[in-house]
């Protein structure tokens, strides 16, 4: 991983997906060695792991089935590097939202991206990328606003991360950002608001970035 989240590149993540690795950087374009890996996700639900992997001029986005002694289902080849963050995502959310009553996919859900570091789950994401300060009062897009936006966990130091927005589907309400410790609600260690989403996604991810250079207590 990258010494700062700040060059990891910003992923919308569906539900479900842990970073196992994470370096896939702006850098990563022209450092990075041939078959070096970039990132590796890896989705338990729907045994499935997703990487990305360095050619000469080019990168393979390889799927595997990891219950299933790590077949390779498929390898998609991508030639320009500015087309590879879409196909990953496209990819992803594919894999995340199958489900057997659902016939057709047409795309990724337009949610906020975030840079996560290995080590963080998405238990879950509804963190749709709309400006509150765009929305008519009685808009329907405030049903998206809710107290259970993002949740992510990261097991190994026992830290949850939950993004919501108080007062549920309330106009005036605004973002907030909890960290979380053992399961200590009362106590959180991170606790802020906003109301700007682009100063959500600033403070998502330096609460990650102090998380993963700061052992919390």
Not at 47 to 76: N, R
Not at 131 to 151: A, R, V, Y
């Amino acid at each position: 991983m990258p010494d700062s989240i700040t060059l990891l590149e910003p992923l919308n993540l569906s539900s479900g997906w842990f970073v196992q690795y994470n370096n896939l950087t702006e850098a990563s374009r022209e450092k990075s060695a041939l078959n070096t890996q970039l990132i590796k996700l890896i989705n338990a639900r729907h045994h499935s792991a997703v990487e990305i992997m360095k050619g000469h001029d080019d990168y393979f986005i390889h799927v595997y089935d990891i219950h299933d002694s790590q077949k390779l289902i498929d390898t998609i080849e991508v030639k320009e590097r500015d087309q590879l963050v879409k196909e990953l995502e496209w990819i992803v959310w594919k894999i995340g939202t199958f489900d057997s009553r659902i016939y057709s996919f047409e795309g990724p859900h337009d949610f906020l991206r975030l840079r996560i570091p290995e080590g963080w789950k998405v238990a879950y994401n509804k963190l749709i990328n709309i400006d509150p300060d765009q929305l008519e009062e009685d808009s329907d897009e405030w049903f998206h606003f809710t107290s259970s936006l993002l949740l992510l966990e990261h097991k190994e130091n026992q830290l949850l991360l939950d993004v919501g927005w108080y007062v549920d589907i309330e106009p005036s309400g605004t973002f907030y950002i909890l960290l979380i410790k053992n399961q200590d609600w009362e106590n959180p260690l991170e606790d802020v608001e906003m109301r700007r989403p682009e100063e959500l996604v600033s403070q998502i991810e330096a609460i990650l970035q102090k998380a993963a250079v700061q052992h919390f207590e």
